[in-house]
């Protein structure tokens, strides 16, 4: 099956760094992407990384990819209360079904 | 502005009405994608459009029916709806082939009564 999971909820003071873990199950992946969702709004993309890569580096945001043990991280440098909103790992697979599967969201709270 | 509108925004149905939800992409992709979002669970794929044509529908119901009548345009059908159908149903489009990224519209809360 292609089960991708998340932990649930994540606190951090505003300033500290965040780091926002999601696993998957299916080997078959191709790119792997990290949405930001906030109150009322839909899904924003914010970076993704392909499935060949085990690391990428976007301004603050940084992904490792850990492809044998499946797991998928994004780091947040110097995080801010804006950033503030549920994060959600997504992997593509690929093939005639091209299906994208979301991870179950981490509600990052970031503290003043 | 994600290049992705769907409307309503808010909808509100008795259990016997038949109702539609609209998804409109202006960025000429080839693919289009229905989700559920609902409390408490996971983002849930519910069909996928590629070219016009359905691969996936993740074993959805059929008081729910789809249809995408060119590659800009989707629609999801609501008949007879269950008062757990009450979610945020998401609309996103993709590019097949290289990073596929996802933009997505603003929603439809729909709330079934």
């Known amino acids: 099956g292609e089960d991708v999971e998340q932990s649930l909820f994540l606190s951090v003071r505003e300033g500290d760094s965040s780091v926002i873990n999601c696993t998957y199950t299916?080997?078959?992946?191709?790119?792997l992407y990290w949405y930001k969702q906030e109150p009322g709004a839909g899904l924003q993309l914010l970076t993704y990384?392909?499935?060949?890569?085990d690391m990428k580096q976007d301004q603050r945001l940084t992904v490792l990819l850990n492809k044998k043990d499946k797991h998928l991280s994004l780091r947040i440098a110097d995080t801010q209360t804006g950033d503030s909103a549920i994060y959600f790992c997504?992997?593509?697979?690929?093939?005639?079904?091209?299906?994208?599967?979301f991870g179950t969201g981490t509600l990052l709270a970031v503290q003043p | 502005e994600t290049g992705v509108t769907q409307t309503p925004r808010h909808l509100v149905m008795g259990m016997t009405n038949k109702k539609s939800l609209k998804c409109e992409q202006h960025?000429?992709?080839?693919?289009m994608y229905w989700y559920k979002q609902s409390a408490k669970k996971p983002l849930e794929l519910m069909f996928v459009?590629?070219?016009?044509?359905?691969?996936e529908n993740n074993s959805v119901p059929s008081r729910f029916s789809p249809e995408c009548p060119n590659s800009s345009h989707l629609f999801l059908h609501l008949h007879t709806l269950q008062p757990e159908d009450s979610a945020l149903y998401l609309c996103?489009?993709?590019?097949?082939?290289?990073?596929?990224?996802?933009?997505f519209g603003q929603g439809t809360r729909l709330t079934v009564v």
């Open positions: 997504a992997v593509l697979y690929g093939g005639a079904t091209n299906k994208l599967i």
């Open positions: 996103a489009s993709s590019q097949v082939g290289g990073k596929n990224e996802a933009f």
């Open positions: 960025l000429g992709h080839n693919a």
């Open positions: 299916d080997s078959s992946s191709t790119y």
């Open positions: 459009y590629n070219f016009k044509e359905q691969t």
């Open positions: 990384i392909f499935s060949n890569m």
